[in-house]
């Protein structure tokens, strides 16, 4: 299994205190000075260590965005969260060819076989030999998606190069999608954290559809 990260976990309510927090107790410098580099650090090891509910993150983020007087509050959300799941994958996908190039393999590329079971990995063999890149962008919306087709490009030996090319436009379509959620759940509530509770239900629900159909089948 992918290890643990306690301390981000730990993390986590405290992104969450600062992104709910009402702005006439903690000002919206305060919060942005502590909610930027908090989602930053908690998307980024998000995509290292696929624990944390990186989507539901942007999308509490967004929500606070829409409701606080700064400008370009959305934009930074959008850069922050985008960037940082770039890196992470791009860190995880490092990690991943030194374990394929190894003989021994590695502890980061077993984690990435134990979260790709078998037939998605086919599944994501062939659309990726069918599709190319398209294949990779969308593999960032699809809930659980990521692994199996990061894993896929790895069995091709795609070069590093061509993972980032194909990454950068999935990662910018996923920060987008998650934040147009914390958007549309800040604009329906006056409250941020009525925004907050409805952007993280909406994320879990969509998180938890994929497993649910696949039960069903």
């Known amino acids: 299994m992918i ?13 969450a205190a600062s992104v709910v927090t009402p702005a006439s107790v903690v000002p919206e410098s305060t919060q942005q000075a502590i909610g930027y ?6 998307v980024l090891i998000g995509a290292l260590v696929p624990v944390i509910p ?22 930074m ?26 003989k021994n393999g590695s502890r980061w590329l077993a984690a990435l076989r134990a979260r790709a079971p078998e037939d998605r990995l086919e599944q994501a063999q062939t659309k ?14 699809v809930p659980a998606g990521r692994i ?11 070069p590093m190069r061509r993972f980032w090319r194909g990454n950068l436009p999935a990662c910018l379509a996923w920060a987008v999608t998650y934040q147009l959620i914390g958007i549309l ?17 909406l994320t ?8 649910v159909v696949r039960r069903v089948r």
């Open 54 to 75: 990186t989507g539901a993150l942007v999308s509490s983020a967004a929500v606070v965005a829409v409701h606080q007087t700064a400008p370009f509050s959305l934009a």
């Open 148 to 158: 199996p087709v990061m894993l896929a490009c790895l069995m091709a030996k795609w």
């Open 204 to 211: 879990l629900l969509i998180s938890a559809v994929p497993s």
């Open 3 to 15: 290890p643990t990260a306690p301390a981000a976990q730990a993390a986590i309510p405290l992104l």
């Open 37 to 42: 580099p908090s989602l930053f650090l908690l």
């Open 128 to 141: 990726l030999a069918e599709h190319g890149v398209a294949v990779l962008v969308l593999s960032r919306l």
């Open 185 to 201: 759940g800040g604009s329906l509530f006056a409250e941020p954290w009525e925004g907050v509770v409805a952007a993280i239900a």
């Open 77 to 102: 959300v959008f850069v922050t969260a985008s960037l940082a799941a770039f890196l992470g994958d791009a860190a995880l996908y490092w990690l991943g060819r030194r374990g394929m190039e190894s």
